[in-house]
Structures are given as structure tokens and as C-alpha cells.
């Protein structure tokens, strides 16, 4: 009488364990996948980078308005471009932001406008 009230919990527990380890296995492998993918990704800009003038290019024109602030004839030119950088819209800011970023290879600096 007990082995017929206590079989099927046992079974319902079973299953409760399989589908957890299911789950489980499950997340594991999409946080592998996302691993791969994101080492992909690096290596492709890795690669990318050794043929590309993006990254001097970003560098020098982050590096103009710095500069300039030690011209004292410059520096009203450059405090006004920054005036008008701000009124930009905001997605124009993301996309600036996402290419300077990508050429960097900082993925996570890409959304950093969004936040």
C-alpha cells in the first residue's frame, strides 16, 4: 500500500529533477554559444583591425579637441562644437558612440549611451 502512495511522488520528483538538470544543461550551453560568439567576435575585429585606419582615424579626431584646448585661440571653438554636440539627438550620440566602440573593439563601450 506505501509503494503505491510513494511510487508516483517519487516519480513526480524524478521529473522535477530531470527537467532542473534539462534546464540547467541548457543554460550552460547557451552561455557556452555566447562565449564562442563573443571570442568570434573579438578575433574577427582583431583581424579587422591590422587593415583598417578606423582606429587612427577615431584617434585623431578624439585627440583635436584636447589639443586644441591648449591653443587658447582654439579653445571657444572647441567649447562651442562641445555646446553643439550636446544638442544632438540622442541616437545619433548611440551610433557615434557604437562606431567608436566597434573600432576599438570595446563591445561594451557600445552601449554606453544607452544606459
Known amino acids: 500500500m506505501w509503494q503505491a502512495l510513494i511510487a508516483p511522488i517519487l516519480n513526480i520528483a524524478k521529473q522535477w529533477l530531470n527537467n532542473k538538470a534539462q534546464v540547467s544543461q541548457a543554460t550552460h550551453e547557451a552561455k557556452l554559444k555566447k562565449i564562442q560568439t563573443d571570442a568570434d567576435w573579438d578575433a574577427t575585429q582583431a583581424n579587422n583591425a591590422g587593415t583598417s585606419w578606423k582606429d587612427e582615424w577615431f584617434t585623431i579626431v578624439l ?28 541616437y545619433y550620440k548611440a551610433f557615434l558612440g557604437a562606431a567608436v566602440a566597434a573600432s576599438f573593439g570595446l563591445k561594451t563601450l557600445a552601449t554606453w549611451g544607452n544606459k
Open 63 to 90: 585627440s583635436v579637441p584636447m589639443i586644441g584646448a591648449f591653443v587658447p585661440s582654439f579653445v571657444p571653438y572647441i567649447q562651442e562644437g562641445f555646446r553643439v554636440l550636446e544638442t544632438m539627438p540622442d
